[in-house]
């Protein structure tokens, strides 16, 4: 049951990443962990790959001259349950504020754009995966499943959180907003790259869209960014074409309310810092009394959602039975493997 009652701080970040230095950038993480609670903040919310940064090198050049930065990059990417994760776990824990991060998250050999949410007690509560990485993150980051589309009960209420583009996909909002959020955390990277070439890739749409979904779903928005510094310019950037392809500055860290009015002032665009603003979850039900799209401004008989939030097994292993069949480890397993006998 939801707890409109609630009122409390919340922190994002607009900062530039340590770029593939998954240490220096843990180090960078804690530090602003600590400045958030000490300013009396129960949650920070960190941009899209924060660590180890966003990989802009994609947009830059062609898949040879990318695959320079591709070891570097999955070297520096973290794996949830490691030790050096364990480190922010305890950051949190000892600051006593949650922590939403964005994170390059290896699995295997495989890179995913992830976010988790770690509670103030540095227990690393949910970790999901961006369903459909956008453009060319294609060629480096796998995919997550229905399952990662995800709200979740935390002391804070109810939490969700998306990145970047996941903003322009209706359905992936609308399948949030059914599950009765709360407060969303909307990471972005910066709003660097093609500034002022193609638009759909700047500010102007991309915080909007951030926006919009406070409005849409009547939550409140933790939209942290990161920026583009000269560090960041000079390493990805070797030609001045490309230094005016990846600008620096690009950070558009905000937070909305569920009415979509700014509740803390933006800092410069190549300005490094938090936003705090403080959150009173009872603006929530002044907001749907006016619109609520999954309650009384819904219209079901003609539109519904079909939404399989099914976290999808990449392998099956079923057991031998002593009748000479075979039978499988868990329910779950079990109606997968019968799903895929019915297709």
């Not at 409109?4 to 804690?30: H, L, S």
Request: net charge negative.
């Amino acid at each position: 049951m939801s707890d409109y009652t609630k009122a409390f701080r919340a922190a994002t970040v607009q900062a530039e990443p340590v770029w593939n230095d998954v240490d220096g950038g843990i180090d960078k993480t804690i530090a602003l962990v600590a400045e958030a609670a000490s300013n009396g903040a129960e949650i920070i919310a960190f941009p899209e790959v924060w660590i180890p940064g966003y990989p802009w090198f994609l947009w830059l050049d062609s898949v040879a001259w990318q695959s320079q930065f591709v070891v570097t990059y999955v070297t520096n990417s973290i794996e949830v349950g490691s030790d050096r994760f364990a480190r922010i776990e305890a950051a949190a824990q000892e600051n006593g504020i949650a922590v939403s991060l964005g994170f390059s998250e290896r699995d295997g050999g495989s890179v995913y754009i992830a976010q988790a949410f770690i509670d103030a007690n540095g227990v690393t509560r949910t970790v999901r995966r961006k369903l459909k990485p956008t453009h060319v993150e294609r060629t480096l980051f796998g995919e997550g499943d229905g399952s990662d589309i995800q709200v979740i009960d935390t002391d804070l209420g109810r939490v969700g959180a998306l990145n970047c583009w996941e903003h322009l996909q209706p359905l992936a909002k609308y399948a949030m907003f059914a599950q009765g959020e709360q407060l969303h955390v909307a990471a972005w990277p910066s709003f660097s790259i093609f500034e002022g070439a193609v638009y759909a890739l700047g500010p102007e749409v991309n915080v909007g869209a951030a926006r919009q979904y406070a409005v849409e779903g009547q939550t409140f928005v933790l939209s942290p960014s990161g920026i583009v510094g000269e560090a960041g310019q000079n390493l990805l950037a070797d030609t001045d074409l490309k230094k005016q392809l990846l600008r620096v500055g690009g950070g558009h860290a905000r937070i909305f309310g569920p009415d979509g009015q700014d509740l803390a002032e933006p800092l410069a665009p190549t300005a490094e810092g938090i936003l705090y603003a403080d959150i009173d979850y009872s603006a929530i039900l002044a907001a749907k009394n006016a619109a609520d799209p999954v309650g009384h401004y819904s219209r079901p008989d003609v539109f519904q959602l079909v939404f399989d939030d099914t976290k999808r097994s990449k392998v099956i292993r079923p057991t031998p039975t002593h009748g000479g069949g075979q039978t499988v480890e868990t329910d779950a397993v079990d109606t997968e493997l019968e799903q895929i006998l019915e297709a």
